[in-house]
């Protein structure tokens, strides 16, 4: 059983504030990423690590921010929501080098009004 | 750069065998796999194969590779209703890069 979990599962929130979604895992793994999904439609990477104090852009770009202090936390940061960031947020955890599958959480569904 | 494609839609019969396929650009990838997603839910990992490998059966499930398309299908046998979901094809050249997802197949299974 993984144990990769995002918070909140659903926030319906108003433009201009400030959301943070958390992801945590109690797995040790160094790597951890953030992807967004709109409905019916792929997978982005948006923000990945490989460790404390690492985090890189990824392939799509976003205005969010990601922290990455503690092995175990991840967390996403919007300044000041606005509509098109309506979507759902995936975090994703994997392990060391070699085959490793990506274990991800229940997912975070965001709508902003 | 890495780029994996699927088609968007696949609908069958209950107990008939679905089929859902995949290609891939990047011929350094290392592993393929498979996600499932159900609805409201993260992506859970239903099979992989390594990219020396042509064939991988698990139970139901028989995962074809042709690396010289760089071609990927998943084969569900006697579809069940639960199968309803998307599936995910991705590929990974291995290390600290990182995965490339497909744009996911939704399967619609009829009862």
């Known amino acids: 059983e993984a144990d990769i979990y995002q918070t909140p599962r659903y926030l319906v929130i108003g433009t201009g504030k400030k959301i943070t979604l958390e992801c945590s895992q109690t797995?040790?793994?160094?790597?951890m990423y953030w992807y967004q999904q709109d409905p019916g439609m792929e997978l982005h990477l948006i923000h990945y690590?490989?460790?404390?104090?690492?985090?890189e852009k990824g392939d799509l770009s976003s205005e969010s921010t990601v922290s990455r202090i503690r092995t175990e936390h991840f967390p996403l940061t919007l300044e000041s929501a606005r509509p098109s960031h309506t979507s759902q947020y995936l975090c994703?955890?994997?392990?060391?080098?070699?085959?490793?599958?990506?274990?991800f959480g229940q997912g975070t569904r965001l709508t902003v009004v | 750069g890495e780029d994996v494609e699927q088609s968007l839609f696949l609908s069958v019969r209950e107990g008939d065998s679905s089929v859902i396929n995949c290609t891939y650009t990047?011929?350094?990838?290392?592993?393929l796999y498979w996600y499932k997603q159900e609805p409201g839910a993260g992506l859970q990992l239903l099979t992989y194969?390594?990219?020396?490998?042509d064939m991988k059966q698990d139970q139901r499930l028989t995962v074809l590779l042709n690396k010289k398309d760089k071609h990927l299908s998943l084969r569900i046998a006697d579809t069940q209703t639960g199968d309803s979901a998307i599936y995910f094809c991705?590929?990974?050249?291995?290390?600290?890069?990182?995965?490339?997802f497909g744009i996911g197949t939704k399967l619609q299974v009829i009862p």
């Open positions: 994703a955890t994997r392990g060391g080098s070699g085959n490793t599958e990506a274990f």
């Open positions: 797995m040790g793994h160094d790597k």
């Open positions: 690590s490989y460790g404390v104090n690492s985090t």
């Open positions: 990047d011929s350094s990838s290392t592993y």
């Open positions: 194969i390594f990219s020396n490998m």
């Open positions: 991705a590929e990974d050249p291995g290390g600290y890069q990182k995965v490339t």
